[in-house]
């Protein structure tokens, strides 16, 4: 059988076409294979990565509910009655103040603690907050948030727990150093040692004769009252009044304010589980919404979810 060119060049040319197709068919494979297991290594690590984060989630939300929320509640049953009330019943019940100051620093030392277990995940949440849509946005806000949540923190340790340690050590002892037998220089100094920090401003404005606080202060600050002396003068003697006539109603009220930044302190963890719940649902969603990140957390923050303003828990 005799062969000619034309068929040669015919032969040669489905051979190679053959064999470019073999060899694209086997790329393509390849490159297929190397997808499909980077996918796979993709879904893999992005199951570990949820897990963990769920974990974090999840113990932040049993500190939260077991240790914050009810550690404030003897507190928040107390003060949500009134300060009248609440007078009446320090009176009533002399015993209860303990119980009170101890709920006021176990949900202090709780919050401390939420604030340093989110810390303990900051390098696992910042790198899921920079691998989604606006990263770096929500780094920032989870990072503005820190700092607000540490700030609630330190007002309410350094201010709060502190002004009322020394309204009951004042109570004390004016309850047992009648007036008139007193040591006037202990007792002024114990006064002074309330009227003169800015810390308790927030409190010691209700004794300042009204229009006068921050001309009150500004002395305060330059420790030097000059032709103003008998404004001094006058604050402590409201105080120590109040102090002699109804060391109760003075408990309570500080007691109220206290919880008032109790509140404010837990309203920003309970903000942090919110936002960190809302992290979640965009990291296992499986797409079909619309909805950004944003959304997603306002959604939650609304009353047919978490009621980020209206309920405690």
Request: charged fraction near 20%; include cysteine; charge should be negative.
């Amino acid at each position: 059988m005799q062969i000619t060119s034309l068929q040669l060049g015919v032969d040669i040319a489905t051979s190679l076409a053959i064999l470019a197709s073999a060899i694209t068919f086997l790329i393509n494979q390849r490159l297929k294979n190397r997808e499909t297991k980077k996918r796979q290594l993709d879904e893999s690590v992005r199951a570990v990565t949820v897990n963990e984060f769920q974990a974090a989630l999840g113990t932040l939300s049993t500190l939260y509910i077991k240790q914050i929320v009810v550690q404030a509640s003897p507190l928040h049953n107390a003060t949500s009655r009134g300060t009248a009330k609440l007078a009446v019943m320090l009176e009533n019940r002399p015993e209860y103040l303990d119980t009170l100051k101890l709920s006021l620093k176990n949900t202090s030392d709780n919050i401390s603690d939420f604030f340093h277990t989110i810390c303990a995940y900051n390098y696992q949440i910042t790198p899921l907050l920079d691998s989604i849509e606006d990263g770096q946005k929500q780094i920032t806000e989870f990072r503005e948030g820190l700092a607000q949540l540490m700030q609630s923190y330190n007002h309410l340790n350094a201010s709060h727990m502190a002004l009322l340690d020394e309204v009951c050590t004042l109570a004390t002892y004016c309850h047992e150093h009648p007036i008139e037998s007193a040591d006037q220089d202990v007792l002024r100094q114990m006064v002074l040692s309330i009227l003169t920090d800015s810390d308790y401003r927030q409190w010691v404005d209700s004794f300042i004769p009204a229009g006068q606080e921050d001309l009150y202060w500004q002395h305060i600050s330059q420790k030097d009252f000059g032709e103003h002396t008998n404004l001094l003068s006058q604050v402590h003697t409201n105080l120590l009044q109040h102090f002699y006539t109804e060391p109760n109603q003075m408990k309570a009220q500080v007691l109220g304010i206290a919880y008032h930044a109790t509140s404010q302190a837990r309203q920003h963890c309970k903000d942090f589980l919110i936002k960190m719940s809302a992290l979640n649902y965009w990291l296992i969603r499986k797409g079909g919404s619309d909805e950004t990140l944003e959304d997603v957390i306002e959604r939650y923050r609304s009353p047919d979810v978490f009621a980020a303003t209206t309920e405690i828990r």
